[in-house]
């Protein structure tokens, strides 16, 4: 009876200490847990913080997706099918959660604790003393017995799926992940050592040292959006790359064909003066003003207009080498010049065009 008092003495002792134990244990993990899902504009997507000391804690924003094979039994009765179940996170799961300096947790369950995800959080240092976060575990435990999912679920109960090995979304300490593509993890089941497939999306987390309460820190993009980034915006430089190289490239030739193209210089060689276009001056040998020849393009005859005579002299030439004449128009009587072919070296032009009249010596011509 003593030894018997004594072992239930102390088992009663024993059993208070575990739960005195346990107890305030599991108040220190269970902290508070808000659903802020109706914050979101996305449908799919849902807002989860975990509070300690009415602080902001540990807070996740994602849309997550699970693809959960089971067994179905065949037509037969004696084979098995197996099906695949996919639905979506809930917005309006519960939450529970536990905040410390180096190890954090959140748990996500819905329909009655039949379906619980389980993200585990972990603080560490790596190279050269950087301090990182990142997950360390997910485990997603499901009940093929609820038939909202699972239809027909051959030997249904509750099976646990874990990560192995997990080192996800590592960032530094003090700023939350984001990312928009599509993270996806694969847990095996404890149902056949199936395959679950948990995808999450348009995620931004922060299991540690949030400042502001309900805020997240600044971000860290995923390397995943950053290359996408880099993918969008690497068309735009190279096409701003390629416009300057051909801007570049049409100065360089435009400069290049004003340097090279010849300009027009004056001939050496007298016999050559054939696009001088300015008028030759006739000395009078009655005054001394001077008398200008304009040539013309056509055979009209050109006009000599004296500045001591108000009467023009008209100069009628052609392209035989007959003498040029000079017609007064206060005399009928024509003067006549040299032979044309005895005249060289003056070219005269008129209006651009190479029509030409010849003269070397002008002689006193008596007009």
Excluded at 50 to 55: D, L
Excluded at 337 to 364: F, N, T
């Amino acid at each position: 009876m003593g030894a018997a008092g004594f072992s239930t003495t102390e088992s009663a002792r024993l059993l208070l200490r575990v739960l005195f134990g346990v107890l305030p244990l599991s108040v220190v993990l269970a902290h508070e847990g808000e659903n802020l899902s109706g914050l979101s504009n996305n449908p799919d997507k849902a807002i989860f913080a975990v509070r300690e000391n009415s602080t902001t804690c540990l807070m996740v924003e994602f849309a997550a997706k699970f693809l959960v094979p089971y067994d179905v039994l065949a037509l037969n009765g004696i084979d098995l099918i197996t099906e695949q179940a996919s639905f979506m996170l809930p917005r309006s799961a519960e939450i529970e959660g536990k905040c410390g300096s180096t190890d954090s947790e959140i748990h996500i369950s819905w329909k009655n604790k039949a379906y619980t995800l389980r993200i585990y959080f972990t603080k560490e240092f790596r190279d050269k003393g950087i301090e990182v976060w990142k997950i360390s575990k997910v485990q997603f435990v499901y009940d093929t017995s609820e038939t909202t999912h699972f239809i027909n679920a051959y030997n249904p109960g509750k099976h646990t799926a874990s990560s192995h090995r997990l080192s996800a979304l590592v960032t530094p300490a003090g700023r939350s992940y984001v990312c928009t593509a599509q993270q996806t993890l694969t847990l095996i089941s404890s149902d056949h050592q199936k395959g679950v497939t948990v995808s999450m999306y348009d995620v931004q987390i922060q299991p540690f040292d949030i400042s502001s309460d309900f805020v997240f820190s600044e971000p860290y993009k995923c390397i995943t959006d950053q290359r996408e980034r880099l993918e969008e915006t690497l068309p735009i430089v190279l096409g701003v790359i390629l416009a300057l190289i051909i801007v570049i490239t049409l100065v360089i030739y435009h400069f290049h064909l004003k340097l090279s193209t010849p300009q027009p210089q004056l001939p050496r060689d007298r016999s050559l003066y054939k696009n001088i276009q300015a008028p030759v001056q006739l000395q009078s040998s009655s005054s001394p003003a001077p008398v200008q020849l304009q040539c013309s393009s056509s055979p009209a005859p050109v006009q000599l207009q004296s500045s001591s005579s108000p009467a023009p002299v008209q100069l009628q030439y052609s392209s035989s080498p007959a003498p040029v004449q000079l017609q007064s128009s206060s005399s009928p009587a024509p003067v006549q010049s040299p032979e044309r072919s005895s005249y060289s070296g003056r070219h005269i032009s008129s209006g651009g065009l190479q029509s030409c009249c010849i003269i070397k010596d002008v002689m006193a011509l008596d007009l």
